[in-house]
């Protein structure tokens, strides 16, 4: 993303709240210039962004009559509006991208992204390129393509080309492994690598197939089946009929994956197109991405359109978003759009200085284009109906359970937000602490946290607990002032905590509350035995159904605490059955060790090992390689 510089940050002179909204600023102290602003709430965090030519005459049109009702929401859920003023239109948009990126304002539209959708990589970060298949979030040095719908789409397509393009698929510790042992893995032998473990290929050579199989996933297919037709003809008319019947076997995997590769294009061309569809709360985006005149790559999403915006400005978001964090080479010439955003100049330059050359944002009118966007289109609108049939039972369902969890516990408001604390210990040794979120009902993995006790060195599941709490509001009422204001998770309250126990546990988390001056809280403890329910105040559990959705949704955050803590405490046990394992080799220090482990992955794998190849290992001393096979498998050393 190009550099800018940002002017100073401002903030709005605001003595208080005015009639439920924030309070109109004084329009003269207020920058005529480009930049971003951002509403905050009373504790600080922001839950809008936005972007102007005139910082003045967009911040002041919010305090105009005539808004729309998520407007009105958003301008009534303010406490203070800022700016910071920029050079450029473009430098506001790029600062408008990475703030809401950082902040994820809950009043900004919202992409609900796939990114659980898989992409066959090229991992060009590597000494050794390896091609796999890989989720998540995109990397640095990794060159995608697709994303495809299914992952199995790609492994039959990869398997396909390695016949021809044959480079490494293996994990680093495998390839490592091999280039020890001085011969490579199976792959080699049937011809679906060149074997860059054991040098049977010079890394020029190797680079030289990589750029070759990029070549023709981008699409350019043709040279690569002319090359190998060209040598199957040479290797017959030399009468190498064998490599004549390889080099044909090439060629059908090639053509079976160039079909694999819809064609849509006579001319070859480069571009994305985008449909949507749309309706006063949702939009459905699917995007075609166009690569020699074939479809490499689809994918959708769904944006929660919780600020109002009119369709023009609706496709300027999503080019801002969907492109906004891309690298050039992803980035094509072209970007067919159902409707041109407000400003498409804006926009065509945002993009051309992330891809580093000129980037066209236009509306297909006729031709192989608008037939296709109509194709995308109708993607869009098959992909909305799904949607709304899934979201309407999924979110039903999730309401009912949090309505009923609030008229069962007595609570003013439903518990939108609820932590789940658990411990864990194996007689007394290795105790540990879990803290799970559920936000809406469901879970919040990123916000999951867990604790290793440091004043709890003996078994006490009361002393535990309340070390966990105490920690964990110790640092909520840190942050509180400060901590909204940086975008840190923890500085809000939950509605809603729950124990994993009894009555005791509950009295231990409702004294840390109470010394804290968080009485506000609610608490509430499930018991494992019986299923009860206990909150404070009361001796006996509280009445919940047991085919309650309320309970259901007790029991499912409570149990999903239980795995966290779980497997944080079998992680932590295996790190020590680990180390006293190696803790008393001879000649085997921390360095040495820490090394080891690294390069061979677990105890289990050094086990799997020889002696020969132990003491082959070149920077271990050979008494050393003897001695360590020995206390693995329980022999005595031979001096």
């Not at 239109?89 to 703030?99: G, I, P």
């Not at 849509?264 to 994305?272: C, H, L, T």
């Not at 039972?393 to 949090?402: E, G, I, K, T, V």
Request: include cysteine.
């Amino acid at each position: 993303m190009p550099e800018f510089q940002a002017g100073n940050q401002h903030n709005s002179p605001v003595a208080g709240r005015d009639n439920g909204r924030v309070q109109r600023p004084v329009p003269s102290t207020i920058p005529d210039s480009p930049g971003s602003y951002q509403f905050k709430d009373s504790a600080g965090r922001i839950i809008y962004v936005g972007k102007a030519k005139s910082l003045r005459s967009r911040v002041m049109s919010y305090f105009s009559t005539g808004l729309s009702e998520r407007t009105v929401q958003m301008v009534s859920t303010a406490d203070s509006v800022e700016w910071i003023t920029v050079r450029n239109e473009v430098e506001a948009l790029f600062l408008e991208f990475s703030l809401i990126k950082k902040h994820r304002p809950r009043f900004n539209i919202r992409l609900k992204d796939d990114k659980s959708y898989p992409y066959l990589a090229i991992t060009l970060d590597e000494e050794w390129p390896r091609a796999m298949v890989m989720r998540g979030a995109k990397r640095k040095g990794v060159r995608y393509f697709g994303p495809y719908a299914h992952a199995y789409a790609i492994r039959e397509t990869l398997d396909l080309l390695l016949r021809t393009f044959p480079i490494r698929t293996c994990t680093k510790n495998k390839f490592d492994r091999h280039a020890r042992l001085g011969r490579p893995c199976l792959y080699a032998h049937i011809e679906k690598c060149v074997a860059p473990c054991v040098g049977a290929v010079t890394r020029d050579e190797y680079m030289a197939l990589v750029a070759e199989l990029i070549d023709f996933l981008d699409g350019d297919t043709a040279p690569v089946l002319d090359r190998l037709d060209k040598q199957m003809h040479e290797a017959s008319d030399a009468l190498e009929f064998e490599r004549a019947a390889r080099l044909r076997d090439q060629i059908v995997s090639v053509r079976k994956a160039i079909e694999r590769q819809q064609m849509v294009d006579a001319k070859e061309e480069d571009y994305d197109l985008i449909g949507m569809v749309d309706d006063p709360l949702e939009a459905s985006v699917q995007v075609f991405l166009v690569r020699k005149g074939r479809v490499v790559g689809r994918k959708g999403l769904v944006v929660d359109k919780v600020e109002d915006v009119e369709r023009p400005e609706l496709v300027g978001r999503l080019v801002e978003q969907l492109y906004g964090d891309l690298e050039g080479t992803d980035i094509p010439r072209e970007i067919l759009v159902p409707e041109l955003p407000d400003d498409p100049d804006l926009y065509q330059e945002f993009l051309g200085l992330q891809r580093g050359s000129k980037v066209r944002v236009r509306v297909p009118q006729r031709g192989a284009k608008r037939q296709l966007m109509d194709t995308v289109t109708q993607n869009a609108h098959e992909a909305m109906a799904r949607h709304k049939l899934k979201r309407a039972s999924d979110h039903n369902a999730r309401a009912r359970a949090l309505v009923a969890l609030q008229d069962a516990l007595g609570l003013p408001e439903a518990p939108l937000r609820i932590e789940c604390y658990d411990i864990s210990n194996l007689q007394g040794t290795e105790i540990v602490a879990s803290m799970v979120v559920m936000e809406d009902g469901l879970p919040k993995r990123s916000d999951y946290r867990r604790f290793k006790m440091r004043h709890t060195p003996t078994q006490d599941d009361f002393a535990s607990m309340e070390e966990v709490l105490t920690r964990r509001f110790r640092r909520y009422l840190q942050d509180r002032d400060e901590g909204a204001r940086s975008g840190k998770r923890f500085a809000y309250p939950p509605n809603l905590v729950l124990i994993d126990g009894g009555k005791g546990q509950l009295g231990v988390a409702v004294r840390v509350l109470e010394e804290m001056g968080l009485e506000d809280i609610a608490v509430a403890s499930l018991a494992k035995r019986f299923e009860e329910v206990y909150v404070p105040g009361q001796s006996d559990p509280v009445r919940i159904p047991r085919d309650s959705e309320a309970l259901y949704l007790l029991q499912q955050v409570r149990d999903e605490a239980h795995r966290f803590a779980i497997t944080y405490h079998r992680e932590l046990r295996g790190k020590s059955m680990t180390k006293s394992v190696l803790d008393d080799v001879p000649g085997l220090g921390p360095t040495r060790r820490a090394r080891l482990l690294k390069e061979h992955g677990s105890v289990k794998r050094l086990r799997a090992l020889t002696e020969e190849e132990l003491v082959a290992i070149p920077w271990l001393p050979e008494k050393v390689g003897r001695a360590v096979f020995a206390q693995l498998h329980g022999e005595t050393v031979r001096t």
